[in-house]
Structures are given as structure tokens and as C-alpha cells.
């Protein structure tokens, strides 16, 4: 409770004006916002497994849950997707685990994600970018070097329909690879290569 000799005015207007706001909104915008503060409640879980091809590290994580990030368990996937040549981390932003999570969701698989690449350093985006040439597909300004970006490939799944269903996601970038077996799904700007 506060006391009414540290009441100032303007915490005095503050309050005066929250009671006068609550006291006029409709009962159904209360209802309303109810009812969305139960929605985020009650949302499921959000869960992934990855399987690193390089480092045969595996992790699943319930990497959301009650529509909050958990912050250990992205620690978690930061750590899984770090640039393994030079053991670097690098946060790895939500959005691609929401991404991943979805596409996850749609092709209605339990299997793991199997990770080719996550975060690179500039270095190591530039040394591939050198070895394979343009038609590696390392990108010079590769969204893997701010972890926007992840190549994968699911087991038991075809590429082709891991890449239809990352573009009927409509949600960032989505680059098919057929030789070297791997899909690259981003949060960048949507298109497709």
C-alpha cells in the first residue's frame, strides 16, 4: 500500500487515471483480454530435436513453453548450433525455432531436425564461400552469420516435400540443395531458390 505522504501528484493522476480506464472499459474487452491471457496459458508447450551431423550432438528441448522463451533451453539450441569449427556461439534468433517448429508440426514427423549448419562466423561463411564457389550456395552475407539461418534435412522425410512444405510456410527464405541433401530455411525475407 502506498503512503499518502510519498503519493505524489503525478503517481496520485496515474492511478486516478487507471481506475477511471478500468471503470469504463466494456465487459467485453475485459472478456476479450481474458480470455487471450488464457490462450497464452494455456498454449502448447513448443518442442524440437536436432541431431548434429558434424558434432553427433543431439538435444531436444521444450524451448517455449506457456508462450514464454525459456531462456536455458535457447542457451541450449545456441550451443548445439554453434559454429563447430571454431566453436563459436552465437544466439540463435526465436523466430527460426518458431519456423522450424511449425514446419516441424506440418510434415507431422517425430524424427530430429538433422542440423548440416546453424551459426557460421564471417570467417568460416567465407572460407566455404571460397571453397565451393557460387554454386555451394554460401551466400557472402549468409543469414547463418547472425542465426537467422539453419540446412537441414529431416530422416524418413523426402527433401523435395521438406522444401515444398518450408515454402507453403511463407515465412522467410527456403533453398533446396538435392546434391548436397540438405534444405536451407531462414527469417529473411520470404522467397525461394
Known amino acids: 500500500m502506498l503512503s499518502l505522504e510519498r503519493l505524489s501528484r503525478r503517481n496520485f493522476l496515474g492511478i ?6 478500468g471503470a469504463l472499459l466494456p465487459a467485453r474487452a475485459l472478456e476479450a483480454a481474458s480470455a487471450s491471457m488464457a490462450a497464452v496459458s494455456t ?14 550432438e543431439r538435444l531436444t528441448t521444450a524451448y517455449c513453453c506457456e508462450g514464454e522463451y525459456v531462456a536455458k533451453e535457447l542457451s541450449g539450441v545456441d550451443h548445439l548450433l554453434r559454429d563447430f569449427r571454431v566453436n563459436e556461439i552465437k544466439p540463435i534468433d526465436p523466430r527460426l525455432l518458431d519456423l522450424l517448429y511449425e514446419l516441424n508440426t506440418r510434415l507431422g514427423t517425430d524424427q530430429p531436425f538433422h542440423v548440416i549448419s546453424g551459426y557460421r562466423t564471417p570467417e568460416t561463411n567465407a572460407m566455404l564461400h571460397e571453397r565451393g564457389g557460387a554454386q555451394s550456395g554460401v551466400a557472402t552475407h549468409s543469414l ?34 538435392p ?14 531458390w
Do not use: Q
Open 16 to 21: 486516478g487515471v487507471a481506475a477511471a480506464a
Open 144 to 177: 547463418h552469420m547472425e542465426g537467422k539461418a539453419i540446412d537441414i534435412r529431416v530422416p524418413g522425410i523426402r527433401l523435395e516435400h521438406v522444401r515444398d512444405t518450408a515454402k507453403a510456410l511463407r515465412v522467410g527464405g527456403v533453398g533446396y540443395y
Open 179 to 192: 546434391a548436397s541433401n540438405f534444405v536451407h530455411v531462414d527469417t529473411g525475407r520470404v522467397r525461394h
Open 43 to 56: 498454449a502448447p508447450d513448443r518442442t524440437l530435436s536436432f541431431f548434429h551431423t558434424h558434432t553427433s
